[in-house]
């Protein structure tokens, strides 16, 4: 069953994006994570000290390197346009490269790091986000609500090897970028030149939302970023990707019946499904009554529970194209707050593989 799911999900991403909702109801395996997660973190996690490593100058474009001539002379690599596209491509020809990691996609886990690298930022004191990449250290990569998250940065060091010249704050982005684009949704530009940081950097924990919490909790952690209620609404639809894994957040199972493909279908669900408390020995948690292959979080149903967020969740789910714009331009503002740009920083869009 999960390689025929595997298969119906390449299929939908390598023909026109379909009708989701309309697809026959394939019960997914039971193990994985998502977004919401604020779980403690198990001990002995990885502290993720690599400290040592290329020096990326600012802009995200100037690697030192030595040419090995006597005496030593300094050379100076600027990335360009296609040297960005490069790396987007390393990472999506190898997005589906073990079939029996999750659904066959490390996809859903690589927007997952983006987001959650990015989702630490606080307008009030300019800490946190992506410029920084400081989840490669403890405390913060021990934070429960990382936890899984060192399988998205394991599949990404091999990538750092092959172009070395790249900070580990642009490449997660990328990495979000590529999975969101290989996985049949928008194109979403990049900005190069976050710069990485020291273990000081580190954020304290609790700035990502606990998927246990309502309405109120969502409105202070996404107000705390500078987001508004149409905004909160929209990045919510990235839950159409990925499932969550009782090893890591507690909760299980995935929160649509097609976690590789991004499409308005949470949405949709949210609003059509009948949902019901899971009995079970883990947290509380929602299933669908229908297949109890689906789950929903509490945090996923404060969105039609509460009157502003719901009028959303319903916009979206009549109008895909709406969603995906909305979406587009929420995750390009999640991905760059506090990231301290030049004003002559270029704009990139990449080409995905599906082109």
Same mark, same amino acid.
């Given at each position: 069953? !999960? ?12 023909? !026109? ?37 290329? *020096? ?5 474009? !100037?690697?030192? @390197? ?8 300094? %050379?100076?690599?600027? &990335? %360009?346009?296609?040297? @960005? ?47 920084? *990449? ?10 429960? !609500?990382?936890?899984?998250?060192? *399988? ?19 490449? =997660? ?7 969101? #684009? ?6 979403? &530009? ?18 990502? &939302? ?30 159409? $990707? ?8 507690? @909760? ?9 493909? $991004? ?11 009948? =949902? #019901? =408390? %899971? ?18 979080? &509490? ?12 009028? =959303?969740? #319903? ?6 194209? $709406? ?5 587009? *331009? ?26």
């Amino acid at each position: 069953m !999960a390689t025929a799911t595997r298969t119906f999900a390449r299929a939908l991403r390598t023909s !026109a994006r379909p009708a989701l909702s309309a697809a026959p109801r394939i019960a997914f395996r039971q193990s994985g994570h998502r977004f919401y997660s604020s779980e403690p973190a198990k001990k002995g996690s990885s502290a993720w000290l690599w400290l040592t490593g290329a *020096a990326a100058a600012a802009g995200g474009g !100037a690697y030192f @390197y030595l040419n090995g001539s006597t005496p030593v002379t300094p %050379k100076v690599f600027e &990335p %360009k346009f296609e040297d @960005y596209q490069a790396v987007y491509n390393e990472i999506a020809n190898r997005l589906e490269e073990d079939e029996n990691y999750d659904d066959g996609s490390y996809g859903p886990v690589l927007l997952r790091l983006a987001w959650h690298a990015s989702g630490t930022y606080d307008k009030e004191t300019g800490t946190g986000g992506s410029n920084g *990449a400081t989840m490669r250290f403890s405390p913060e990569a021990d934070h429960g !609500a990382n936890a899984g998250l060192k *399988a998205a940065r394991d599949f990404l060091e091999p990538v750092k090897a092959k172009f070395p010249w790249i900070s580990y704050s642009d490449l =997660w982005i990328i990495g979000g970028i590529c999975a969101i #684009q290989e996985m049949m949704g928008p194109k979403i &530009p990049f900005r190069p030149g976050r710069q990485d940081k020291d273990v000081s950097a580190c954020t304290p924990d609790g700035r990502l &939302p606990d998927a246990a919490q309502g309405q109120d909790h969502l409105r202070n952690i996404f107000y705390r970023m500078g987001f508004n209620d149409q905004e909160i609404v929209a990045l919510a639809g990235a839950h159409a $990707l990925g499932r969550c894994h009782p090893d890591r957040s507690g @909760y299980s199972g995935p929160w649509t019946f097609s976690p590789t493909v $991004l499409t308005n279908d949470y949405f949709k669900l949210l609003l059509e499904e009948k =949902w #019901q =408390w %899971k009995k079970w020995n883990g947290p509380k948690q929602y299933e669908d009554k229908k297949t109890k292959s689906l789950m929903m979080l &509490p945090a996923d149903m404060s969105l039609v529970q509460d009157k502003e967020f719901k009028k =959303w969740v #319903q916009k979206y789910a009549a109008d895909n194209d $709406l969603f995906f714009k909305d979406f587009a *331009a929420v995750i390009t503002k999640l991905f760059e707050l506090g990231v301290p740009f030049k004003e002559d920083t270029p704009t990139y869009v990449f080409k995905s593989t599906r082109e």
